[in-house]
Each structure stands twice: as C-alpha cells, then as structure tokens.
T-cell receptor, first 113, second 111 residues
Framework: NAGVTQTPKFRVLKTGQSMTLLCAQDMNHEYMYWYRQDPGMGLRLIHYSVGEGTTAKGEVPDGYNVSRLKKQNFLLGLESAAPSQTSVYFC????????????FGSGTRLTVV | TQLLEQSPQFLSIQEGENLTVYCNSSSVFSSLQWYRQEPGEGPVLLVTVVTGGEVKKLKRLTFQFGDARKDSSLHITAAQPGDTGLYLCAGANAGTYKYIFGTGTRLKVLA
C-alpha cells in the first residue's frame, strides 16, 4: 500500500546545479501535483498534470519544469538551482480534480547553498 | 487573492482539553477538506465536507461546514498527544476552480 512515493528524501545542491525529483503513485490517479511548503507561506502549487502527457503551470512555476510521460510518474526538474528554491517539496495525487482531496507523498527536503 | 485564514495559528494545550480550530474565507467553496501533517511527513486527508451545514465526526474529531460554505471548524474532544501536528484546511473555490490551502494551525498537546 505505497500510495505516493517521493525520492530522494533529502538533498543538498550547490547554486547552479540541476536535479530531478521523482514522484510515483500506484493508485491509478489521473491528477498529480507538485507543491512547495515554506514557513509562513503555506503550500504553494508549482505545476500540475490532469493526465498522462499533460502539464500545466501553478502558482509559482518559475525555475521549475515537469514531465508526465507515464500516468504513474510525475517528475519535477530544477535546471539551475537557486537558494530561493530551498524548501520542502511535496508531490500529491487525486483520482479526480478539485474537491476530492489529495494523497501526499512524504516530501523532499531540498537545500540550495 | 483567495485566502483561507485559519485561527488560531498556534495552540498548546494539556491532554484531555477540548479545542476548536477555525477556517474562514470570504469566498464560497464547493467542498472543503481537512488535513493533518506531522513533522517530516506530508499532509494526510482527514475529511471532506461538501454540503452547507454538514457535520462529520471522526472519533474525537468533529468537522463542520458553514451554512454559506465560506467557513469550517474542527473540534477535538479530549485531546491526546497523538493529535499533535499541523492542521490544514483546503478548499475548491466555487468561482475560480482553484484549490486553496489554509494558513495552518499548529497544535501541540502536552501529556
């Protein structure tokens, strides 16, 4: 009963480095989301996907890219990391769209130095 | 900007006490969820309320959706240390179709 799995759990990057955060769900959910959570800012939507092969921008998309090549996977990429991207990143999925509640992964704590 | 304001922001109580957390907005929501998040983990969905005036109970937790679907409350009876965590409300805005998270209430229950 895995639900939503995120890897890695922790990562430290130097400014300018790139990395990809992986998210996998085994619930056959259509919708997937990437959020970042910062103290005092709450959860903010970065990008989302309403199905395999689709992606869309959320509230804070700058500096991030995503891909949804397979229904079960949603990847978040940072091309050139900046200290402002230090945050905890959460992936979530839902069977349908708005109003049905999300299943979240356990998060990735990213520090950019 | 649509906001879901939660109050109080922080709450520290003794085991056995009762408490209520509020989630308020000026916007109408088609549905509203409550989540609990423990340190180092992602939010976990507790409940969904859809109908104005709806009340749902989950053991010692009682959730209510306001009649006008603009606000909600979470009441915990006889709080236990295991209730410690960050409580988040979130809603699907009926007008903009955006899903918004509340500002959060951090609860600590002392044994």
């Amino acid at each position: 009963n895995a639900g939503v799995t995120q890897t890695p759990k922790f990562r430290v990057l130097k400014t300018g480095q790139s990395m990809t955060l992986l998210c996998a769900q085994d619930m056959n959910h259509e919708y997937m989301y990437w959020y970042r959570q910062d103290p005092g800012m709450g959860l903010r939507l970065i990008h989302y996907s309403v199905g395999e092969g689709t992606t869309a921008k959320g509230e804070v998309p700058d500096g991030y890219n995503v891909s949804r090549l397979k229904k079960q996977n949603f990847l978040l990429g940072l091309e050139s990391a900046a200290p402002s991207q230090t945050s905890v990143y959460f992936c979530a999925s839902s069977y349908q769209g708005l109003g049905y509640g999300y299943t979240f992964g356990s998060g990735t704590r990213l520090t950019v130095v | 900007t649509q906001l879901l304001e939660q109050s109080p922001q922080f709450l520290s109580i003794q085991e056995g006490e009762n408490l209520t957390v509020y989630c308020n907005s000026s916007s109408v929501f088609s549905s509203l969820q409550w989540y609990r998040q423990e340190p180092g983990e992602g939010p976990v969905l507790l409940v969904t309320v859809v109908t104005g005036g709806e009340v749902k109970k989950l053991k010692r937790l009682t959730f209510q959706f306001g009649d006008a679907r603009k606000d909600s409350s979470l009441h915990i009876t006889a709080a236990q240390p295991g209730d410690t965590g960050l409580y988040l409300c979130a809603g699907a805005n009926a007008g903009t179709y955006k899903y918004i998270f509340g500002t959060g209430t951090r609860l600590k229950v002392l044994a």
